[in-house]
């Protein structure tokens, strides 16, 4: 079992930045490939990124490259999530995730999940 913790979400202005952080309890962190998720109100919930069980492999949805970096420090049992130059389309809750499988885009592949942090940006 691994419990996650989201932080770091709130209210900013569009162009803002914040960084979301996701702690991890239970078993080993550096175990797990690990990513963010988001779920818009009336809309599915949709990938955000996904980094390796090293750190060195990351994936990210088209609409966040070159804005969000994800990041993890293995040593804390922490995953980050870097946003910078936010947009009105990014209001969302954000889940962190943990899979056992290699890091992916798909939902179904990730056993546990955080209950989410929100994230509003004003225009």
């Known amino acids: 079992q691994v419990q996650l913790v989201e932080s770091g979400g709130g209210l900013v202005q569009a162009g803002g930045s914040l960084r979301l952080s996701c702690a991890a309890s239970?078993?080993?962190?550096?175990?797990?490939?690990v990513g963010w998720f988001r779920e818009a109100p009336g809309k599915e919930r949709e990938f955000v990124a996904a980094i390796g069980r090293g750190g060195s492999l990351t994936y990210y949805t088209d609409s966040v490259k070159g804005r969000f970096t994800i990041s993890r420090d293995n040593a804390k049992n922490t995953m980050y999530l870097q946003m910078n130059s936010l947009k009105p389309e990014d209001t969302a809750l954000y889940y962190c995730?943990?899979?056992?499988?290699?890091?992916?885009?798909?939902?179904?592949?990730?056993?546990?999940w955080g209950q989410g942090t929100q994230v509003t940006v004003a225009s």
């Open positions: 995730a943990a899979s056992s499988y290699p890091a992916s885009r798909k939902s179904d592949n990730y056993n546990y």
């Open positions: 239970g078993r080993t962190f550096s175990s797990y490939a």
